[in-house]
């Protein structure tokens, strides 16, 4: 075992010390668990048990169940029947008025107005996290976020869509009932322009895609592989920033989520179903994020190096003075042992 090896992200260029032997010292049992146990929000006092009752919530698509034959149809109309629903935040971040944001100048600085949108995708059942979702449930999740993407592509102001999950108060869940986030903004965030560049970095000396031989070199070793279908695969990075932090990949690639068919999303969602389950079962249910890098919804054609995946961040460590101070994060658990403990019998 390594006692601490810094590791450079093949994409990003950062830095990462990878610090199994600082475990020893603090006394944790040989894996990381989350302490306690969750706190479940009582129905009465959830905001999400009747949406529709609330004249505030602006319902932008509804995937309903037919009851009488079980289908799914989807509509852009509230129903009382609703499994799945895409509304308008409440308490958004940034504000759609339709109009256009500019940069401005502030003294030396740059500003621009909050402007966009922030929308909350909310499942019908008050417990069912998205690995307890039945398999239509879960695929939902991701066709829903697919299909508001594309809708969304029609605005003119918007360089980014974040799509992305907080589960547990830790990371940053205000409501307990699951619900998944899209924020739609102006600008490209910083850490997809490092994504892009690391991607186009590497394609131009190797042409080819550094998610594609990143796969293609775990499939080879295998020790960092979690789970896998004919479509998407899941694995520990070997530079993870986090204890148990797992990487899914579709397998073809593709720089565009929104381009996404159904098969490829149905593959990825069973991963991600099977690897959020495992950490529930190995880990004393944590609390996590997980959210989608993919390329930006501008200048479509520059970005076909690019490989869109969903980065797993479960919430068992603290950022200190060290990776505020900088940028390098301290992983105290070896990556190397995360797939064979998720996959163990007991
Ligand atoms: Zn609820
Ligand atoms: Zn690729």
Redesign the pocket.
């Known amino acids: 075992m390594i006692f601490s090896e810094l590791r450079q992200d093949l994409v990003s260029g950062d830095w990462i010390l990878i610090a199994p032997g600082r475990l020893r010292y603090q006394n944790h049992d040989h894996r990381l668990k989350r302490e306690g146990k969750r706190e479940r929000a009582p129905l009465k006092q959830c905001p999400f048990e009747k949406p529709l009752e609330s004249v505030s919530n602006k319902v932008i698509l509804n995937f309903v169940n037919h009851t009488a034959t079980g289908l799914v149809r989807k509509t852009t109309k509230p129903d009382k029947n609703w499994r799945l629903l895409v509304l308008e935040n409440k308490h958004p971040v940034v504000l759609n008025k339709n109009k256009i944001s500019r940069l401005k100048h502030h003294g030396p600085f740059s500003t621009m107005e909050g402007i966009g949108h922030a929308d909350l995708i909310i499942t019908r059942d008050h417990d069912r996290n998205f690995p307890k979702l039945s398999k239509r449930d879960a695929l939902h999740v991701l066709e829903a976020m697919r299909d508001r993407y594309l809708t969304l592509l029609n605005e003119k102001n918007l360089a980014y869509i974040s799509i992305f999950h907080n589960w547990g108060p830790t990371a940053g869940a205000s409501v307990y009932h699951p619900h998944y986030q899209m924020f739609a903004i102006p600008v490209l965030p910083p850490d997809i322009q490092h994504s892009l560049n690391g991607s186009a970095r590497y394609y131009k000396a190797h042409k080819?895609?550094?998610?594609?031989?990143m796969?293609r070199w775990e499939k080879r070793r295998k020790k960092r592989i979690i789970f896998e279908n004919d479509e998407a695969v899941a694995l520990a990075p070997f530079v993870s920033r986090n204890p148990f932090e797992v990487r899914v990949?579709p397998k073809r690639?593709?720089p565009y989520f929104e381009n996404t068919f159904n098969e490829e999303l149905a593959g990825v969602s069973e991963v991600l179903q099977k690897v959020l389950g495992l950490l529930e079962k190995k880990l004393g249910d944590p609390d996590y994020n997980f959210f989608i890098h993919t390329a930006p919804v501008r200048d479509k054609n520059r970005y076909s190096?690019?490989?869109w995946h969903i980065e797993i961040y479960p919430k068992l460590s603290k950022r200190a003075g060290f990776e505020f101070g900088t940028g390098i994060e301290v992983n105290i658990f070896d990556p190397d042992k995360v797939a064979k403990i998720l996959k163990s019998q007991k």
């Open positions: 080819t895609c550094v998610h594609c031989d796969i990949f690639h593709r190096h690019y490989h």
